[in-house]
């Protein structure tokens, strides 16, 4: 019988070996930090005007960055999927449940590490070209809430694309979605109300330091609410691998 010490091994291996999965962090990395230093060169010392959120020049870069995060999630379930490859690792590993779990529990972690290393850069980066640190009141949680947001994207789009089952239509719709998507929502008047409660548009305002109008919760509060999203994908994902299995697909 499979353990799930034997199947977090075989998705990490899965993971180091298939150079579109691991790309997909590096890109995010390179985007996120890069970008963030470029807009941080560009304001100078005085990258928080008044009125400006300083957390705003701190976490540009991820505004473009968050696609290869979403890019992650899809790839790690999806391209088993589009390879039909799918049914050999169902097949060693009986209990849909743990090769699932493996799947979860390997994205996140990716995730996290990802976090770590593009937060702590674009935080370095900000610093060395606006003066900006964290001893700057709210900016010790919108760091951590940067680091959070990466493995609970990763988990979210890696169980809506269990739930699609289909790689094509899950970088078709999610990605783009990330991207593009949630902002013109929130953009449409009467839409906006609705769309600040989207898992993205929640966990990217939990970074910032100071109050929005019109956003009807707390930065906290906004991380919590792209948790409740990631933990429904996670279980929509898990009972779309279970219906897998008694499909016979």
């Known amino acids: 019988m499979t353990t799930m010490h034997n199947a977090l091994r075989a998705e990490r291996i899965k993971f180091t070996t298939l150079p579109s999965q691991w790309a997909a962090p590096l890109v995010t990395l390179a985007l996120t930090v890069g970008i963030t230093a470029a807009v941080g060169a560009a304001s100078g010392r005085d990258p928080a005007p008044p009125g400006k959120d ?29 390879t039909r490859i799918i049914g ?10 743990r090769l699932y779990g493996a799947k979860l529990a390997v ?20 610093a ?6 964290l001893s700057t009141p709210g ?3 919108s760091f951590l809430a940067g680091v959070a947001y990466h493995p609970l994207l990763v988990t979210f ?3 809506l694309t269990a739930m699609l089952g289909n790689l094509s ?29 989207l898992p993205d548009r929640a966990g990217l305002y939990a970074m910032r330091t100071r109050t929005e109008p019109g956003i009807h ?19 929509g994902g898990l009972r779309a691998m279970r219906r897998y299995e008694a499909s016979g697909h």
């Open 128 to 133: 060395a070209t606006t003066g900006l640190d």
């Open 217 to 235: 919760y707390g930065h906290w509060t906004g991380l919590l609410i792209m948790t409740a999203w990631t933990a429904a994908a996670a279980y």
């Open 157 to 159: 789009c890696l169980g």
């Open 54 to 82: 300083p957390a705003a020049t701190i976490h540009y870069g991820l505004l473009f960055g968050h696609v290869g995060v979403a890019c992650l999630g899809v790839l790690l379930i999806g391209q088993e999927f589009n």
């Open 139 to 141: 900016l010790a949680r």
């Open 88 to 97: 050999t690792s169902l097949a060693a590993v009986p209990s849909r449940g």
């Open 169 to 197: 239509a899950a970088l078709g719709l999610i990605p783009p979605m990330v991207f593009l998507g949630t902002t013109w929502l929130a953009a449409i008047p009467g839409v906006r109300e609705a769309g600040q409660f």
């Open 107 to 126: 994205g996140a972690w990716l995730g996290l590490l990802l976090g770590l290393a593009s937060t702590a850069g674009s935080f370095a980066a900000t």
